[in-house]
Structures are given as C-alpha cells and as structure tokens.
C-alpha cells in the first residue's frame, strides 16, 4: 500500500505506528491543535517511544552477561525536550549532553549525575569543574582537555568516571558532515595517526583515574559492519591497556550512539536487537562481561515517533509545476532544505479534517514559509494533489527536526505536544503539551526588544 491511499479501520496490515500517527493527526485537527491559530505543530508518539526505550533495553540485556552494568545514555541533541528526557528517565534511560544548556536540560528532567555522560569537544574549565564536582561522567576529547582534568583532580581521586574518547579512523559513510572517524574527523584523539597508540597508553598507564574509552563514529549514514569496526579498535586498544596495566584499569567501554534510521518507510529497520547481535558477532569482548557499557543513542529512539504537520495556506503552479505552500520549511526542518539529498523526508498527505487525503498522485513541491527559492521540504513529489486548509506531514521528525528550531525569517518555534493512542480504532487519542510555541512578543524580547535605543543612545 502506497503511502497516499486511503486508510480505514480495516486496514490492519499497517505498522502500529502508521496507525497511531494517523489517529493523532485526524484528533489533532478536530480538536484545533492544529489548524488556522497553530499552522504548524509538532507531534510526539509517547507509545512509540516507550517501546523503543524497552526494545533498546532488551537488545543489550540479551547479549550481555549478566549483571554488567549498561547505562543507556539519550544523546539529548537529538530531542532536547525536558518532557520527553524525563519520558525516558522514567524508562530508565539516562543523558549524554555536550553543552551547558544540555546538562541543564538534563538535570531539569531529574537525571541523576551518575546516570549523565558529558562528551563535548570544547568543554570550558568551568564546565569541567562542574561536571566533576556532580559526579558526571567524562570523556576527554583531547591531550590538552586531559591536562585540565589531570589540574583538577591532582590531590583527590575524582567521583566522576573519566574516559578518553578516540577515533578509530575507520571512515565515513554517507553523509561527510556527520561521519566522525574519518581520518581528519575533529573528535577524539585519531587512534591511527603516528605515535598516537602509543601516548594514549602511556596516558593511562600515568592516571590511575582514567577508566574509560569512549568512540562514536558517527550519526545516520554509517554502515553497521563500520560502526562495528570502529569499536573493534576501541576495545582492541582497552584491552592492550589493561594487559599493560596488570589490572582492569579500563573498566567501562562507551560505544555512542550512530544508529542509522530508515526514512524510507515506517518500518523499523535497523532495530536495537539486529544491531546488537551485530556487535556481539563482531566484537565479543565488549559482551564478555569484562566491560561495563554506556550507550548514546539518539535518532533511533526518537525520529520515527515524530511528525511535524503543517497546514497547507497556498496553491499555485510555476511553469508547470504544483506547489503547496505550507508553514514548514527551513525553520524546522533546516537539513532537508539546505541538504535535500542527504536528508530527505517522507510527506503524508491529509485533508483538511485531518484523515489521509486520497486521490490521484501529482508530482508537486511542497514549500515552506520562509523567503528564499530553496525553502521546500519536498521536490516534485507524487502526492494526492494538496489544496489550501489541508495538511501536510513530514515524517520520521521526531530527532534534529522540529525540537531544532531555526529562526530564519523570525519564523515563530512550533508548539509540540506528546500523544498517547493505540492501534485501535476505537481507542480515544490523548494529548500533552510538549513545548508551548513561540509567542511574537517572545520573538521580540529575544531579538532585543528591550535594548531598542542600544545603538542610538547618543542621539
Ligand atoms: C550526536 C552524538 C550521538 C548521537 O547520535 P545519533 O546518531 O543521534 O544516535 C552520540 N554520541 C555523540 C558523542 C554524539 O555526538
């Protein structure tokens, strides 16, 4: 079944998923969430995300020897939403934040310190200090990141697990901008490159403290068997320390996040436990029982338990072409606009009661509000032909989408709200407010509504 066909209540074939989004989108309308006051909102499948937190749970408890200690770390870029990380915490699933504001995100959802892992490659000495005063996890990025931590923690053994991120250098994969192990990748200490190997053991083998190696090779468009190389080398090299060491020195292994996601379709592939079987296949000695573990998945937990649905104001047609000028584009979904070849999104069509729209499928572009040409979500795309008061729904947005406001054009930030429905027709939907959207009088105080006379003082 194409996406564009109709769906009713007897069309049980389809995912779960398919089906509560479509419940949500038709409740969402009739309710006015969505419609002429809110003509773009942001809509989060709580069901899906529970399930993925518990499937995401499972796979590891499968392949680990029991008792090793696992911490799910949600890499809050992904979703940075203080609702949706309490979600998780609830589903016992910790934080990997990299920036004050993520930590602070962080600790607004009640993730305890010990269940949060802070990786940026900037990390001020105030940061730092702060993290190892809470007892946070942290993975150095650099030589001269570990010369600050060896100045702040000369006297006392730190709280704080403290690691080495490297970079296993085992390539990038589709898309360069989000491929972290190229040879020339600005994150970690590159493992491959001349003496390398040799300073990062000699750096444990100094600091008794340092327990921890972290990698993470990149985020979508990595091929799984190099996701699974990268963290060969990274255990390889753990290994060779504590043979060094005489002891378990490296106690911890932290393998990130980097799942790809499908956005092809609703299917969920590929899954937690297919790709955790992977690495047990490839890299056993992570699973020996030898290492704890700390995970920092992101898209995978969240992209496909989002949608972001955008009423259509305008048609037109420009030499030949349909377009449907909607309210999303560049501000929430900047990668797709600026890299539509990378990142391109699924469009759902629905009428303007909210039920997915039927009809003969015409190649048109679905544009956003902003002002520039490039501003489409969507090029020449079979889709039952949109009319103005219909919607349309990029999907699989519920990671780096419509949470990653982009303020071009003063474009207001949507309100998000969380749903909770079954697969069952009869079920009723329930909604949460997420997020309030922006207010115009909040997009003015943030652009320095109050420092007016700032620049004209003297006249
Ligand atoms: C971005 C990032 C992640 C999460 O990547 P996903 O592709 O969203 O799973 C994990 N760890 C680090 C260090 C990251 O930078």
């Not at 993975?139 to 931590?149: C, G, K, S, V, Y």
């Not at 697990?161 to 250098?169: A, E, I, S, T, Y």
């Not at 996701?227 to 292994?253: F, S, Y």
């Amino acid at each position: 079944m194409s996406d564009s066909a109709p769906r009713t209540a007897a069309a049980t074939d389809l995912p779960a998923l398919t089906l509560r989004r479509d419940k949500a989108v038709r409740s969402a309308v009739e309710v006015s969430l969505a419609g002429e006051a809110a003509p773009v909102v942001g809509l989060l499948d709580v069901t899906g995300i529970r399930e993925d937190a518990r499937a995401l749970t499972a796979a590891f408890a499968e392949v680990t020897a029991p008792g090793t200690p696992v911490l799910h770390a949600f890499a809050v870029k992904a979703a940075p939403l203080v609702p949706v990380l309490r979600l998780l915490c609830a589903e016992g699933i910790g934080a990997e934040v990299a920036s004050p504001g993520e930590l602070a995100l962080a600790r607004a959802a009640g993730i305890e310190p010990g269940r949060t892992v802070l990786d940026s490659p900037a990390k001020t000495r105030g940061e730092l200090r702060e993290a190892l005063d809470l007892g946070i996890a942290v993975n150095a990025d650099n030589p001269q990141e570990l010369a600050r931590l060896d100045e702040l923690v000369a006297g006392a053994p730190p709280r704080s697990p403290l690691g080495v991120r490297v970079n296993p250098q085992v390539g990038g994969g589709s898309i360069e901008a989000l491929s972290t192990a190229t040879a020339t990748s600005k994150f970690g200490v590159a493992l491959r490159d001349e003496g390398a190997r040799d300073w990062l053991v000699r750096a444990f083998l100094d600091r008794p403290w340092l327990t921890r190696l972290h990698t993470h090779s990149g985020s979508q468009g990595i091929p799984l068997d190099r996701l699974a190389a990268g963290l060969a080398a990274t255990a390889a090299l753990a290994e060779e320390i504590n043979e060094k060491a005489g002891r378990r020195q490296i106690d911890t292994l932290d393998i990130g996040g980097g799942l790809p996601v499908n956005f092809a379709s609703d299917e969920r592939t590929p899954d937690f436990a297919t790709y955790a079987r992977l690495l047990r296949r490839e890299v056993p000695v992570l699973f020996g029982g030898g290492y704890g573990l700390v995970t920092e998945f992101g898209r995978s937990l969240l992209a496909k338990h989002g949608t972001a649905l955008a009423r259509v104001e305008y048609t037109k047609s420009s030499g030949g072409r349909p377009i449907a000028v909607t309210h999303a584009g560049a501000q929430i979904a900047a990668r797709t606009v600026y890299a539509p070849e990378s990142w391109p999104l699924r469009i759902a069509a629905y009428d303007s009661a909210g039920r997915p729209k039927s009809g003969p499928e015409v190649a048109q572009d679905v544009a956003g509000p902003a002002c520039f040409a490039g501003d489409l979500l969507a090029r020449d795309r079979p889709l039952p032909l949109l009319a103005p008061g219909d919607f349309a729904a990029a999907l699989d947005t519920g990671a780096y989408y419509f949470a990653h406001h982009y303020a071009y054009n003063s474009l207001a930030r949507p309100p998000i709200y969380g749903f909770t429905t079954t697969a069952d027709p009869a079920s009723e939907v329930r909604f949460a407010l997420v997020r309030e959207g922006q207010r115009t009088e909040e997009i003015v105080a943030e652009s320095g509504g109050a420092l007016r006379d700032a620049l004209v003082a003297e006249e």
